[in-house]
């Protein structure tokens, strides 16, 4: 099974963040691997860098939460943090989310340069374009 999955790398030292795809064995290699692991960065064609997962969304939207422990996508109470901004004081609402764990379902995924590598990452992947009057 092949899946394929768009990748948004954010860089902390300039303050940009770079999209791209990530398709084929790379991709299918990525599956079992959790928000806050560490991953090398030829998965995304930019060798001697380390990233970061910080998170990521499914095919319908509904974004990954890492105290979830399964890939799976579930109903939870919650009254604050992700996908969540109480208007009152000690207001919850059930929540659709999806577990912390990369699945096939999983369309995005959010990435942090941690380390490095020789090449910049300007010249292996285009950065995101800012949309105009936004």
Known sequence: MLVEFKANVSDPKNGKSYQTTIAGHH????????IGD????????????????????????FPMRKDMPSGRRSKVLIS?????????????RRKSMRGSA???????????VTAHGAKQISDVIKPKEKKEGA
């Not at 991709?27 to 959790?34: E, M, R, T, V, Y």
């Not at 901004?85 to 000690?90: E, S, T, V």
């Open 80 to 92: 604050k943090g992700l996908g969540f901004n109480a208007p009152r004081k000690g207001m919850r």
């Open 102 to 112: 990369i699945s096939p379902e999983t369309v995005q995924i959010n990435l942090k």
């Open 27 to 34: 991709a299918n290699s990525l599956i079992g691997k959790k």
């Open 38 to 61: 560490q991953i090398d960065g030829i998965f995304l064609g930019l060798p001697g860098y380390k990233l970061l997962i910080t998170g990521g969304s499914d095919k319908d939207g």
